[in-house]
């Protein structure tokens, strides 16, 4: 995936009216299904999931067999790719690149919809060795293409990082790398354009933010109420996206190609992480709570933005105002073996969790909403703070909510919410303030376990509250208890299933506690915690067995509001749940 490099500068905010852009064609919406990962569910799962989704369009970074025969006869449309590791082969030699094509698009086509060959991925960045050997390998492939009857329904392309750009800002500047304009992006565009192809570029705006704190917040995450920025040449954007694809346009325009496509073969906003040693310095929300850091908060926004962007046909910029978007949005799963480890930015730009929950909302229709989308839980509920991370956690998450969209003018000195004067207390309002201002969407409390969900009211003084509610089968008592001093006691707890979020998502949560270490033998057929049989008792069994093996870390156990912690020993029918794995 790209890491952009070129950080645009800003030189003037200024608070003007949004410019309308003529509408374009919508454009259409994928996901980049990458594999890099050994606890990915398998194709098959894979296809039912983006179905279910309305995913239409899935790029791969290979050709393989068993993700292509899956996605047969489903009528998604499938962008496949020659490796770097292959390209010299197919530039040197006509009949590799004919039998490539025999082997990995036509022995598909057309069951399996592919529709473009991606050569290459980010050669200038990752192998700038081939740069010579781009260009003829593209046209070996598209050779074999018309050769085999496929060229008018397979494009050739390769994806660009966006550091093959020498200048970007202001985005009139755009230009090529002078070591690859003349000799490779020049005879390039001139195939992409004899073909009737289009050039593809991976775009990461997140990245040029979190590089670049100081920038507008909703100007990178393409907020609708982003302000205008006026560059040097008096040209006004209302996005950082529209500023990055502006340079790109102008970098072909310089080569003599100014209605070129330009396609988004990946496009993503990472949920955590920091970049890899040896990078410079990254920032995290666990770190500082900066408003630039990747978070679930911050992606859910750019990526819905983007969305809803795209399906709207509003996808024109103000040098192209009728460029259309084509869009695979990186990545389908966080991949787990991706860069140097779970703490690595690039484990975590995925859409979904291994286990196929969902990382944050999105809706592949459009209805996603700004800034966080979709309706409110039915149930009510609200976002406290954990004490147990710590008075400074909690410090830089209760900045971050602050300076996000929450409203904390009842929590300084004076105002009707000051007291008590705890951290815990000062923070539970203020996340609970931003949780409900994103519709209470699950990952609007997240702050990296620096808070949890809860559905009960909880007080902001030192209190108990107590409920008891009997849910199909399971009785709850949930307390909690805040003592003078600000801290909760997280000596005892325990999780039990919520069941308002239904049983398909209870399901999906059971069977990814059972899979990962949760001792779920006492709730099969014949044994102790079988009955009441119900998806909601079985789901409290499996998700607090899995809490409790995680040491009860609050951030191990989210679930997505599939449930939620409690201070009371709960029982499911006769069976008490158990305080230890």
Not at 174 to 185: L, S, T
Not at 307 to 326: L, N, Q, W, Y
Not at 432 to 440: A, G, I, L, Q, T
Not at 491 to 507: C, F, I, P, Q
């Given at each position: 995936m790209a890491l952009t490099r070129l950080i645009f500068l800003v030189l003037l905010c200024a608070a003007l009216p949004l410019l309308f852009f003529s509408r374009s064609e919508a454009g259409e919406l994928g996901v980049s299904y990458g594999r890099v990962a050994n606890n990915l569910p398998d194709p098959a799962s894979v296809v039912k999931l983006l179905k279910s989704n309305g995913i239409t369009m899935v790029r791969i970074y290979d050709a393989d067999h068993d993700v292509l025969t899956s996605l047969a006869n489903t009528g998604m449309k499938v962008m496949v790719m020659l490796p770097n590791e292959n390209l010299a082969s197919a530039s040197s030699s006509y009949a590799y690149a004919l039998d490539w094509a025999k082997s990995n698009v036509a022995a598909y086509h057309p069951s399996t919809q592919i529709n473009g060959v991606a050569v290459g991925n980010e050669v200038f960045r990752s192998r700038p060795d081939?740069?010579?050997?781009?260009?003829?390998?593209?046209?070996?492939?598209?050779?074999?293409?018309?050769?085999?009857?496929?060229d008018d329904a397979v494009k050739v392309t390769t994806p660009l990082a966006f550091d093959a750009l020498k200048a970007s800002s202001p985005p009139s500047s755009g230009r090529f790398k002078d070591e690859i304009a003349q000799p490779v992006m020049k005879p390039m565009l001139s195939f992409l354009q004899q073909t009737g192809s289009y050039?593809?570029?991976?775009?990461?705006?997140?990245?040029?933010?979190?590089?670049?704190?100081?920038?507008?917040?909703?100007?990178a995450l393409g907020n609708p109420n982003a302000p205008g920025v006026r560059y040097g040449d008096d040209t006004v954007y209302h996005s950082l996206l529209d500023a990055q694809l502006d340079a790109m346009h102008y970098a072909m325009d310089d080569l003599g190609f100014p209605s070129l496509k330009v396609s988004h073969t990946e496009h993503g906003c990472a949920t955590g992480g920091r970049r890899k040693p040896g990078n410079p310095p990254g920032r995290r929300l666990g770190d500082d709570g900066g408003a630039a850091a990747p978070s679930v908060a911050n992606a859910q926004a750019y990526i819905n933005n983007l969305i809803i962007r795209v399906v709207s046909g509003k996808t024109g910029t103000p040098h192209r105002p009728d460029a259309d978007m084509d869009v695979y949005i990186f990545a389908l799963f966080n991949e787990n073996l991706k860069g140097s480890g779970p703490d690595d930015i690039e484990a975590n730009y995925g859409l979904f969790y291994p286990n196929m929950q969902k990382v944050y909302e999105f809706d592949f229709h459009g209805s996603g909403g700004q800034p966080s989308p979709g309706p409110p839980p039915t149930t009510p509920s609200w976002c406290v703070a954990n004490a147990a991370v710590g008075n400074e956690r909690l410090w830089e998450a209760l900045n971050y909510s602050c300076a996000n969209g929450a409203d904390c003018s009842a929590i300084q000195r004076g105002a009707a919410c000051f007291e008590?004067?705890?951290?815990?207390?000062?923070?539970?309002?203020?996340?609970?303030?931003?949780?409900?201002?994103?519709?209470?969407?699950?990952?609007?409390?997240?702050?990296?376990?620096?808070?949890?969900?809860?559905?009960r009211e909880p007080a902001d003084r030192s209190i108990v509250i107590i409920k008891s509610n009997g849910v199909r089968g399971i009785r709850v008592t949930l307390v909690r208890k805040f003592r003078r001093g600000g801290t909760c006691d997280p000596n005892v707890s325990w999780y039990v299933a919520n069941a308002g979020v239904g049983d398909k998502r209870l399901k999906d949560a059971l069977d990814f506690a059972c899979d990962h270490g949760a001792d779920c033998s006492a709730i099969q057929p014949g044994a102790a915690c079988y009955e009441p049989n119900t998806m909601v008792a079985h789901a409290s069994y499996a998700l607090n067995s899995y809490y409790q093996k995680m040491n009860r870390a609050s951030g191990k156990c989210d679930f997505l509001g599939a449930g939620s912690v409690v201070y009371h020993q709960p029982s499911v029918g006769n069976c008490v749940l158990p305080s230890n794995g």
């Amino acid at each position: 995936m790209a890491l952009t490099r070129l950080i645009f500068l800003v030189l003037l905010c200024a608070a003007l009216p949004l410019l309308f852009f003529s509408r374009s064609e919508a454009g259409e919406l994928g996901v980049s299904y990458g594999r890099v990962a050994n606890n990915l569910p398998d194709p098959a799962s894979v296809v039912k999931l983006l179905k279910s989704n309305g995913i239409t369009m899935v790029r791969i970074y290979d050709a393989d067999h068993d993700v292509l025969t899956s996605l047969a006869n489903t009528g998604m449309k499938v962008m496949v790719m020659l490796p770097n590791e292959n390209l010299a082969s197919a530039s040197s030699s006509y009949a590799y690149a004919l039998d490539w094509a025999k082997s990995n698009v036509a022995a598909y086509h057309p069951s399996t919809q592919i529709n473009g060959v991606a050569v290459g991925n980010e050669v200038f960045r990752s192998r700038p060795d081939l740069n010579s050997d781009l260009v003829p390998a593209m046209a070996n492939v598209h050779k074999a293409l018309a050769q085999l009857g496929l060229d008018d329904a397979v494009k050739v392309t390769t994806p660009l990082a966006f550091d093959a750009l020498k200048a970007s800002s202001p985005p009139s500047s755009g230009r090529f790398k002078d070591e690859i304009a003349q000799p490779v992006m020049k005879p390039m565009l001139s195939f992409l354009q004899q073909t009737g192809s289009y050039l593809s570029v991976n775009l990461y705006p997140c990245l040029t933010y979190m590089y670049q704190p100081d920038m507008n917040r909703d100007f990178a995450l393409g907020n609708p109420n982003a302000p205008g920025v006026r560059y040097g040449d008096d040209t006004v954007y209302h996005s950082l996206l529209d500023a990055q694809l502006d340079a790109m346009h102008y970098a072909m325009d310089d080569l003599g190609f100014p209605s070129l496509k330009v396609s988004h073969t990946e496009h993503g906003c990472a949920t955590g992480g920091r970049r890899k040693p040896g990078n410079p310095p990254g920032r995290r929300l666990g770190d500082d709570g900066g408003a630039a850091a990747p978070s679930v908060a911050n992606a859910q926004a750019y990526i819905n933005n983007l969305i809803i962007r795209v399906v709207s046909g509003k996808t024109g910029t103000p040098h192209r105002p009728d460029a259309d978007m084509d869009v695979y949005i990186f990545a389908l799963f966080n991949e787990n073996l991706k860069g140097s480890g779970p703490d690595d930015i690039e484990a975590n730009y995925g859409l979904f969790y291994p286990n196929m929950q969902k990382v944050y909302e999105f809706d592949f229709h459009g209805s996603g909403g700004q800034p966080s989308p979709g309706p409110p839980p039915t149930t009510p509920s609200w976002c406290v703070a954990n004490a147990a991370v710590g008075n400074e956690r909690l410090w830089e998450a209760l900045n971050y909510s602050c300076a996000n969209g929450a409203d904390c003018s009842a929590i300084q000195r004076g105002a009707a919410c000051f007291e008590p004067d705890t951290m815990v207390a000062h923070a539970s309002y203020a996340f609970n303030d931003y949780y409900h201002r994103n519709n209470r969407v699950s990952g609007a409390c997240d702050f990296k376990g620096a808070a949890s969900i809860v559905y009960r009211e909880p007080a902001d003084r030192s209190i108990v509250i107590i409920k008891s509610n009997g849910v199909r089968g399971i009785r709850v008592t949930l307390v909690r208890k805040f003592r003078r001093g600000g801290t909760c006691d997280p000596n005892v707890s325990w999780y039990v299933a919520n069941a308002g979020v239904g049983d398909k998502r209870l399901k999906d949560a059971l069977d990814f506690a059972c899979d990962h270490g949760a001792d779920c033998s006492a709730i099969q057929p014949g044994a102790a915690c079988y009955e009441p049989n119900t998806m909601v008792a079985h789901a409290s069994y499996a998700l607090n067995s899995y809490y409790q093996k995680m040491n009860r870390a609050s951030g191990k156990c989210d679930f997505l509001g599939a449930g939620s912690v409690v201070y009371h020993q709960p029982s499911v029918g006769n069976c008490v749940l158990p305080s230890n794995g």
